[in-house]
């Protein structure tokens, strides 16, 4: 069975679901796709059209013409245009124009709209209406009572209240042609017909009838396979799928005498069974329920390590193949397969005193585990034991064999280990090396995170990369005969060909520029970055420019995603090919990319809005009348399911030049001209090339000013007053030397008062800069304006308690973050949330000295810098923090008080000169300050005081400080936002 990915699914076998925050509300009640591919939701609190990406939204407010935001019903016309049932009643949306049709459907449901032409429709309830003219009329053309209505080949299907099949043509009436006996004794519950045959699903069984209207003949087939069936839907291949009462999907042979399974599994079950509306477009599955919103799902290359395998739970870092076996360094220790499918612990993470395995190298008699805190090596047969004490509480990024010696890359310089003894190569001391490479012609390269370095004849020597300057190097590959390919995080991709390099980034067509990984499989070259997968054809590396093809897109979109941080850091063997597949790590488990391509399902570039005054113009997208109004805002879109790569834009006005928008979807046009200007837009996917435009023409009243009369009269009196002048040019002269020496003195003037509203406007643009527009308060930009100031003036006043013996004052930071705020917002709204933060920020600032400095750091995020204070206040001041918001909540109408959790520090550490690099620690000491306080239940602060050894220490993330608080260099004390020390 293939496998099958879901926009931001966490594994690519189960559902990913687009809820509440995208849909208006997550209950499902009807789903179609419109002739420009985009799909159309409604639900309990409004309708969406979803493009693949992003909902745009439809109600009562900004569409009144819905009338309700209840939505029973979608439908889609022969002609294109779509149909919305609400609980009161029916709207029409044609090309941008939503219509409501006046009726009185005495409350009886839509249950299917049929219309061939612009000016004839037919709504089926349980009896039949005739729509004219935006309004709806009861008519008596079928007496019968109408149960499941289908619309097939010009002909309305149903079921009357006896169980009889109905056949009525459709024209410029509908007229029963043929009623089919059933002898069905129990209630039909679904009715689909496929060319001469009907399928009928009757208390969860699935009956099949040929049909012939030639003779209103009628034959029941051999029944499918006995399986309990509660609902019957129309897949893209003019077939049918069939759900079970266990929520198992399955594809119904309509041309044979069963169903086969060839959908299960991959579809939410409890989804399915939870009323769900199931649509298939071209292979790309929506399900939408009751419960759990929207879900989509499609068939993808990518393939995620089952989740019954221990290697699924685990932080995968790297890979090492033999022949074999594919060997995958985690943190539980290090894995081995020799399929690729089914994965056996080979060395649990106990083996090697707790630590990470990080790197692995193996021959045929040591196990080499690059950990991160120094290497172990064993043999085969044997237990582990760590190498060397030079590179104990070293993380080991690579292992490279070569001859008689392995290379040990670490993030603190380079080593080489000849099974004896360990010796630094000093070329690369202190620096943190990633990869390793011996191409064919015996030059050594090596990548670091500050450049690349080859060692040739002996002698190694920095490399210069088309003046570059320092770069990321994040992994090496030799391409070709002697071709050097060079990965970087940050500036994209260099190749190495006959001393001649060559720079590929997204400006000539690769997909993204911070790469960890490169490796080639088949006749591509795969990339893994920071932002997924794509791959690109080998024979374009000569080319300028260049085409790729995204796999995996992991750049924030799908929030889901965040577990691959794709694909898991720089170094040798981020991605590896073993038999033929690709093989990329993850923050939980293996990715494998197999041959299977997702297919596309591109619609047409359209406008989908079109704004004056931030309203939305209910009108046909043809040409639009904007009275004397010349701004207007433009938005569009490209329909794009089962995509991993967003569309790019370009938009005109008449024939000027293409405007590139990227990936933007709107375009603000401001002062259009008199007169009809006719706006284009077309979009392009994946490298291909720009698709056909969509087009409106806006038509702006001219003024009285404009008319060609008033140009005319305009052209007359310019010209008479150039005449006037040239009769008035000889006094002008006479007078030309007085009024210069006054003009220059009024132009001095005019220029020092230009000029010194320069300063004042430039003067208010740096507060601006340097402000946070909610709260007022500084913005993190601002910390740079008055560091260099606090660091010297904690120097000076540590340098005089050196001489004085007195250390009593220092410098507190307080890193201040508010509880569930992410919940406050979704329950309150962003306006109460803003609200919120604002007031908090008021409060703070209360509790300031003027010589403190309050930031907003981010989001929910306050850092409070307070360069002088008596540590025994600390106290003091930590309680008059919280206790300065405790009644907040009274004010803002909130049912429960607003906390907050701070976690602070304090500089200089014992007599260390404090410098920025020092700062950036005590921040990051603070912050991980705050992470304890929220692991320890929020509304509390945890204070940290830092020894001057950590002036040194390595690992500034949270694993390395939680080091450095066991081995006793940092003191934790952790209290109640009101309570004592």
Sequence with gaps: MEQWSVSGAPTYDIGQRVSAKGLPQISVKAIVRDSRNFIWIGTENGLARFDGRNFEFFNTVNTPELGSNWIEGLFLDDIGDVWIATRIGLVRYSNG?????????????????VSSKKDRAWAITTSLWKIQKNTLQNTKAISEQIYHPVYHNRHLWFIDAANNLLQASVGASIDIDCRYQLGLTTPVDGLIVKQ??????????????????????????????????????????????????????????????????????????????????????NGTWFLGSK????????????????????????????????????????????????????????????????????????????????????????????AFSRSDVQLEGLQINTLFADENVVYVATTKGLFSFDGMDVSSIPTFESQSVRSILKTKNEVLWVGTEAGLFKKENGVWAEVDVLNSGNIFVSSLLEYGDGQLLVATYGKGLFLLDNNSWQAFNVKNGLPFQDLFAIQIRGNKLWLSGASGIASIPLSELGNKQLTSDVILRDDGTFSARSDLRCCNGAGNHRAIVFKDKLYLPTLEGVLSVGDTIAPMHNGQTTITGVYVEGVR???????????????????????????????????????????????REEAFLAKLPAGETRFEVSSKINGAGWSKPDSVIFYVEPHWW?????????????????????????????RRNELLEARVKERTLAFERVNNELKVKNKALEEAVLTDPLTGLYNRRAVNSFLPNLLSIVNERAEQHAHTNENSETCAIFLIDLDNFKQLNDTFGHDKGDAVLYSVSKALQLVCRSTDKLVRWGGEEFLLVVPSINKDDINKFNRRLHESIENLHIALELPTSITMSI??????????????????????????????????????????????????????????????????LLQLTLLGGNSPF
């Design 97 to 113: 124009e939503f219509s409501a049709i006046a009726s009185d459907l005495n409350g009886e449901p839509v249950q299917l709209i």
């Design 196 to 281: 001469n045959t009907a399928f009928i699903l009757s208390k969860t069984s699935l009956h099949r009838y040929e049909v012939s209207s030639a003779n209103c003949a009628i034959k029941k087939l051999e029944r499918l396979d006995d399986l309990e069936i509660v609902s019957i839907h129309n897949s893209h291949s003019d077939g049918i799928v069939a759900v079970t009462n266990k929520g198992e999907l399955f594809d119904v042979d309509t041309s044979g005498s069963g169903v086969r399974k060839a959908l299960t599994d991959y579809l939410d079950k409890a989804a399915l069974m939870d009323d769900g509306v199931l649509f298939d477009d």
């Design 291 to 382: 419960t759990k919103g929207l879900q989509l799902y499609w068939p993808t290359s990518v393939k995620r390590v089952d989740q019954s395998q221990d290697i699924s739970q685990s932080r995968v870092w790297s890979f090492f193949a033999t022949e074999d076996n594919l060997y995958a360094a985690t943190d539980s220790g290090v894995f081995a397969t020799n399929n690729g499918e089914q994965w056996r612990l080979l060395i649990p993470a106990d083996e090697l005193e707790g630590n990470s395995a990080y790197s692995f190298f193996t021959d045929s008699n040591d196990y080499w585990v690059g950990t991160r805190n120094g290497l172990y090596i064993r043999s085969t047969e044997g």
């Design 617 to 663: 113009l209910n009108q046909k997208y043809e040409k639009l009348n904007l009275g004397r109004k010349q701004n207007v805002e433009v938005d569009f879109s490209v329909a794009t399911f089962s995509s991993e790569t967003t569309p790019e834009y370009r938009y005109r006005l008449d024939s000027s030049d293409w405007v590139y928008a990227g990936h």
């Design 706 to 734: 404009e008319s060609s009369l008033a140009k005319a009269l305009g052209l007359l009196a310019t010209v008479a007053m150039l005449y006037a002048l040239y009769l008035h040019r000889i006094a002008r002269f006479r």
């Design 903 to 968: 976690g602070v520090t304090t500089l200089p550490w014992d007599d260390s000169a404090v410098d920025a690099r020092l700062w950036e620690h005590a921040v990051l000491i603070a912050d991980w300050a705050l992470y304890q306080v929220k692991n320890n239940g929020r509304d509390g602060t945890s204070l940290v005081t830092a020894s001057q050894e950590m002036v040194l220490w390595p690992d500034w993330g949270v694993e390395g400080l939680s080091t450095a608080k066991e081995r006793g």
